[in-house]
C-alpha cells in the first residue's frame, strides 16, 4: 500500500515526506495506522551519526490504531488502541527472565534496519527503505511485530501516549524498575528533559524525600519543582556536587544521569553518599571516572536501557498513574503537525520543547 512517511536519505539531511510503499504484513505482525508519534532523543542520534542503514524512516514512540493483524497474532484485533515500542526476540535469556530491555539481538533488532525476519517493508522505487526500532512510526501507517506492540484503553487521548514507548518509559522505569529507590530516600536526577521529569515524577510515585533535579535550564527546572522535585539546583551556576552533600548531609542514596555529558556523568557519582547508586541512561563519550572514590565509597554505577521495562506491564501503569493524577506527564509535550517535523527536531536540540508530538492523522 502507498503511505506517506517522513523520510530521511542521508545523515543529517532534512526529512522530507515522500510517498512510500508499505509491504503487507506477515503471520506475527500487525498494520497500524498512526495517529501520532514522539521526536526521541534517539531519533536525533540515529539521523546525525548514522546508527542505521540509510535511506531510513525514523519514528519509534507511535501511537495509533489497529488496522489489520497476522494470522498468528493474538494480542490485540482491528480497532484496538496500541502504543509501539522497542523489539526485542522474547527467546533469550535476558528475555524470558524479564529484562528485553537487555535482549542479546537488541541491536540487531533496533538499529539495523530490518524486521526480525531479516527483510524490510518499506521500500521507495522499488529501492528498500530501512526499519527503525521494527516499526519507523514517522509515517501514516506502520508494521510492527506484535511482540513490540502494548494496547491500551480507549479512553484517553491516544495522541498523546506515544512517547511512553521509550523516553518516557526510559526515565521512570529507570526509577522504579531499577534503583527502585525506598520510602524517604534521597536521589539526584541531571537533566530536566522528558527522560529526567518523567524520572522526577516516578521518584515522587516512589516517595522519595529528597528528589534534587539538576539543569542548566530555568524553565525546566521550575516545571521540575511544579511535579515533584523538592529542591532544584542549576549546573551553570551553582557547585551542584556541594549543594547536594549539604542538602542531604553527606550525598544522595541515588542518581539518575540522562545528559551523556562526561563532565555530568562524574559529578553524579560523586554526588553519592558512601554505598549509593548511579544509573546512566545516556550516551556517554569515553569517560575517565574516580575508580578509588567508587571503590573506597562502595559505591555502584549501572547502565540502563528502555528503564528495565517490559512495555505491556509498564505502560499500562504508567498510564493508570497518569489517570490519577500522579504521572502528569502530559505537561512535557507540545504537538506539531507532520510536516513540521524539521521544525520539531530543531525545538528540541534547542530545549525549546522538551517532548515534541507529530500528529500524523
Not at 518516557?168 to 525506598?182: A, E, H, Y
Not at 525546566?220 to 556536587?241: F, M, P, Q
Not at 528503564?307 to 499500562?316: R, V
Request: glycine content about 10%.
Amino acid at each position: 500500500m502507498k503511505i506517506k512517511a517522513a523520510v530521511t536519505h542521508n545523515i543529517g539531511e532534512d526529512f522530507k515526506i515522500e510517498e512510500v510503499e508499505l509491504s503487507n504484513i506477515k503471520e506475527n505482525e500487525v498494520l497500524v495506522k498512526i495517529v501520532a508519534v514522539g521526536v526521541c532523543h534517539t531519533d536525533a542520534v540515529a539521523w546525525q551519526a548514522g546508527i542505521s542503514p540509510f535511506p531510513i524512516v525514523l519514528g519509534h514512540e507511535g501511537s495509533g490504531i489497529v488496522e489489520k493483524i497476522g494470522s498468528n497474532v493474538r494480542a490485540v484485533l482491528p480497532g484496538d488502541h496500541v502504543v509501539l515500542s522497542y523489539s526485542s526476540c522474547r527467546e533469550c535469556a535476558n528475555c524470558l527472565s524479564g529484562h528485553p530491555s537487555t535482549c542479546i539481538r537488541f541491536a540487531d533488532l533496533n538499529f539495523r534496519g530490518k524486521m526480525e525476519d531479516g527483510s524490510t517493508r518499506l521500500s521507495q522505487n522499488n529501492h528498500p527503505i530501512s526499519t527503525f526500532f521494527g516499526q519507523s512510526s514517522f509515517g501514516t501507517y506502520a508494521i510492527a511485530n506484535e511482540k513490540n506492540i502494548v494496547k491500551v484503553e480507549k479512553d484517553i487521548d491516544l495522541a498523546l501516549l506515544g512517547p511512553l514507548g521509550c523516553g518516557i518509559q526510559t526515565g521512570s522505569g529507570t526509577v522504579l524498575n531499577k534503583l527502585r529507590p525506598g520510602f524517604g530516600s534521597t536521589i539526584a536526577i541531571f537533566g530536566c528533559g522528558a527522560v529526567g521529569l518523567s524520572a522526577v515524577m516516578a521518584a515522587k510515585i516512589a516517595g522519595c524525600k529528597s528528589i534534587i533535579a539538576i539543569d542548566i535550564n530555568d524553565e525546566r527546572l521550575n516545571l521540575a519543582s511544579e511535579i515533584g522535585a523538592t529542591y532544584i539546583l542549576n549546573g551553570s551556576k551553582e557547585d551542584v556536587v556541594n549543594e547536594i552533600t549539604m542538602l542531604t548531609n553527606g550525598g544522595v542514596d541515588f542518581a539518575l544521569e540522562t545528559t551523556g555529558v562526561p563532565n555530568v556523568v562524574k559529578k553524579s557519582i560523586t554526588a553519592l553518599r558512601p554505598h549509593g547508586k548511579c544509573a546512566v541512561v545516556g550516551v556517554t563519550p569515553e569517560t575517565t571516572l574516580d575508580i578509588n572514590d567508587m571503590v573506597s565509597k562502595s559505591k555502584t554505577l549501572i547502565g540502563v536501557i528502555e528503564g528495565d521495562a517490559i512495555p505491556q506491564l509498564f505502560i499500562p501503569e504508567l498510564i493508570a498513574y497518569y489517570k490519577d493524577g500522579r504521572f502528569p506527564f502530559d505537561k512535557l509535550v507540545k504537538y506539531y503537525h507532520f510536516e513540521e517535523i524539521n521544525q520539531a527536531f530543531e525545538d528540541s536540540k534547542e530545549g525549546l520543547t522538551i517532548k515534541p508530538i507529530l500528529r500524523i492523522n
